[in-house]
């Protein structure tokens, strides 16, 4: 065992998935918590920053102080060392919001009881399923009316295709809402309306075999509904099988209120006794186990400075193995290049603050001069592996560009093209037209927004940008074996091509997807690119 092998094996790295409103800030905060890393809960993001509107962001000539900022926290508790990777929601979906995922070695998904399995939940839990990560949900707001509990776990099951199995089973909710029954000890807690902002209150603990001090806790119809509730859950619902848990074919259920302070912190518990520790992940050398292997990382995201006098980025890097030391030397894989990482930063609650070293499953920033790109490999001088690539995802909004002022040409090529590369956007051709016009891809909206500004203020290029009304685009997995040109699809389709050639359709519907598979027989679509 070398002397790092402790480190790595407390950490646990993972991302909350949820749909905005779902209480994802709420259950950080309480994370943090509990940790100590805050006094007060509300100020991990102030709530005017979290929800900025596009026109403050952009008027704003600063640092995109705040997402940086709430990238990654790390806090420790209970000799864990725990680091949540934020996936942005709101209009800062973006691209970044996936690739966050592909960092992360487990997700907790956070999900309204009021409102059940939403579209932002559906699309990240893609993700998380792509990679086989282990996934935990908790169903919060059971301060409020909650939906049919039953029906909530039905929900899970049939519209995310992951088994559930509830760890506790809420009493009640809103007005009515008594506690929980956790299933493990078969006792139940009581619900007080804790202090906001405080740590949880004191609740009561009784055992369902005591069914006299359990009727008088929570009253003769809610026990009479739990008793019955329970036995119908013991028949049908899954085992717990911690294998199928970490293969992520399995994810257990809490139930609880954020904002209340009630079952968050036995949440945690549970999740950092069946969560994963750092997980081992593919190279083109074979798979690189964290404990048993040197010093290497991936670049999974870059954020632009939004600061024009500063044009440096910043590069966040999933540690995947060993120990990074500040003033060790590193290789470059793509770049060719031994360096030393210019000035790596770990954020620690709201601050951030210069590491000295840093362990496999933790995430440093450093500064980027340009020289990286999304998926690069960084890893000892003596050593040359590359790890397997981010895939490029599916964008949802496109737009045709098109520039003002056509004596420009090459910055706005350059720009574009720089701005692509950084991974804010995505940019295709059409395929076989002869022209030159650009079509832009973009996960979020507000990526729209980011490209004018920045090809205006970097650039000084000024472009407007059409709408057009596709929404699904998807890759020509077996490209070798399809004739393009003789592709036909829908009226409405497009066929267009990426930076490196791949050749891609673009659909107005799902509809259009689906005939355009019947009416080519052999053909293989993907919402995803690994070239
Ligand atoms: P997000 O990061 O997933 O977008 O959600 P966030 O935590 O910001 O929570 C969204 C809203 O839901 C907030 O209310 C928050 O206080 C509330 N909330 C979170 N957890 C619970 C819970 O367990 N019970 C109840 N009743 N509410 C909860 P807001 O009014 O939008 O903001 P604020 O003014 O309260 O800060």
Same mark, same amino acid.
């Given at each position: 065992?070398?002397?790092?092998?402790?480190?790595?094996?407390?950490?646990?790295?993972?991302?909350?998935?949820?749909?905005?409103?779902?209480?994802?800030?709420?259950?950080?905060?309480?994370?943090?918590?509990?940790?100590?890393?805050?006094?007060?809960?509300?100020?991990?993001?102030?709530?005017?920053?979290?929800?900025?509107?596009v026109s403050?962001?952009?008027?704003?000539?600063?640092?995109?102080?705040?997402?940086?900022?709430?990238?990654?926290?790390?806090?420790?508790?209970?000799?864990?060392?725990?680091?949540?990777?934020?996936?942005?929601?709101?209009?800062?979906?973006?691209?970044?919001?996936?690739?966050?995922?592909?960092?992360?070695?487990?997700?907790?998904?956070?999900i309204d009881a009021s409102k059940g399995v939403e579209a932002q939940t559906r699309k990240l839990f893609k993700v998380c399923v792509m990679r086989k990560i282990p996934i935990f949900t908790f169903i919060n707001k059971l301060d409020r009316d909650a939906n049919d509990t039953f029906d909530l776990l039905d929900e899970i099951e049939k519209e995310l295709g992951i088994a559930t199995c509830p760890l506790n089973w809420p009493i009640g909710s809103g007005k009515e809402f008594k506690g929980v029954y956790d299933r493990e000890t078969k006792t139940v807690i009581s619900y007080s309306d804790t202090e906001k902002g405080t740590k949880e209150g004191t609740a009561t603990e009784v055992s369902v075999e005591d069914e006299g001090t359990l009727r008088a806790l929570i009253g003769d119809s809610a026990a009479?509904?739990?008793?019955?509730?329970?036995?119908?859950?013991?028949?049908?619902?899954?085992?717990?099988?911690?294998?199928?848990?970490?293969?992520?074919?399995?994810?257990?259920?809490?139930?609880?209120?954020?904002?209340?302070n009630f079952g968050v912190e036995i949440f945690l518990k549970h999740f950092l006794k069946m969560t994963t520790t750092p997980l081992p992940r593919k190279a083109d050398i074979g798979v690189i186990a964290p404990a048993e292997n040197d010093f290497s990382a991936f670049v999974f995201k870059i954020q632009a400075n939004m600061n024009k006098a500063h044009r440096d980025r910043?590069?966040?890097?999933?540690?995947?193995?060993? !120990?990074?030391?500040?003033?060790?030397?590193?290789?470059?894989?793509?770049?060719?290049?031994?360096?030393?990482?210019?000035q790596p930063q770990q954020i620690m609650a709201d601050e951030r603050k210069i590491l000295t070293e840093a362990y496999a499953g933790d995430i440093i920033g450093v500064f980027d001069p340009g020289i990286f790109s999304i998926g690069d490999t960084i890893c000892m001088p003596k050593e040359k592996f590359k790890y397997e690539g981010i895939p490029t995802f599916a964008p949802?909004?496109?737009?045709?560009?098109?520039?003002?002022?056509?004596?420009?040409?090459?910055?706005?090529?350059?720009?574009?093209?720089?701005?692509?590369q950084e991974?804010?956007?995505?940019?295709?051709?059409?395929?076989?037209?002869?022209?030159?016009?650009?079509?832009?891809?973009?996960?979020?909206?507000?990526?729209?927004?980011?490209? !004018?500004?920045?090809?205006?203020?970097?650039?000084?290029?000024?472009?407007?940008?059409?709408?057009?009304?596709?929404?699904?685009?998807?890759?020509?997995?077996?490209?070798?074996?399809?004739?393009?040109?003789?592709?036909?699809?829908?009226?409405?389709?497009?066929?267009?091509?990426?930076?490196?050639?791949?050749?891609?359709?673009?659909?107005?519907?799902?509809?259009?997807?689906?005939?355009?598979?019947?009416?080519?027989?052999?053909?293989?679509l993907s919402e995803f690119s690994r070239n």
């Open positions: 065992m070398n002397n790092y092998t402790e480190e790595i094996n407390r950490r646990r790295t993972f991302a909350i998935i949820s749909h905005p409103d779902a209480g994802k800030t709420t259950l950080t905060e309480k994370f943090l918590l509990y940790g100590g890393a805050i006094n007060l809960a509300g100020s991990v993001k102030g709530k005017a920053t979290a929800r900025h509107a403050d962001w952009m008027g704003i000539e600063k640092e995109r102080g705040i997402s940086v900022t709430s990238s990654v926290l790390q806090f420790e508790y209970d000799g864990y060392c725990i680091n949540i990777l934020d996936t942005p929601g709101h209009q800062d979906f973006s691209e970044d919001t996936y690739r966050t995922l592909m960092a992360a070695d487990s997700a907790v998904m956070v009479d509904k739990l008793l019955e509730e329970v036995e119908l859950l013991d028949g049908a619902s899954a085992e717990f099988d911690l294998d199928a848990v970490q293969a992520g074919d399995l994810t257990p259920v809490c139930f609880g209120s954020a904002l209340t910043i590069a966040f890097m999933r540690i995947c193995s060993g !120990k990074f030391d500040a003033n060790m030397e590193v290789r470059h894989v793509q770049g060719n290049k031994v360096m030393r990482l210019s949802e909004h496109f737009a045709r560009v098109r520039q003002m002022d056509t004596m420009k040409r090459k910055q706005f090529v350059k720009g574009i093209e720089q701005i692509a991974g804010a956007i995505q940019i295709f051709q059409e395929f076989n037209t002869g022209l030159e016009e650009i079509i832009v891809g973009v996960v979020g909206v507000l990526q729209f927004d980011v490209l !004018k500004y920045r090809l205006e203020n970097e650039y000084n290029v000024e472009i407007r940008l059409e709408n057009l009304p596709y929404e699904h685009i998807r890759w020509i997995e077996n490209k070798e074996e399809v004739d393009i040109d003789k592709l036909t699809g829908t009226s409405d389709m497009k066929k267009v091509k990426d930076m490196k050639g791949n050749p891609l359709l673009l659909f107005v519907n799902s509809w259009s997807i689906g005939m355009t598979l019947d009416r080519n027989k052999g053909l293989v």
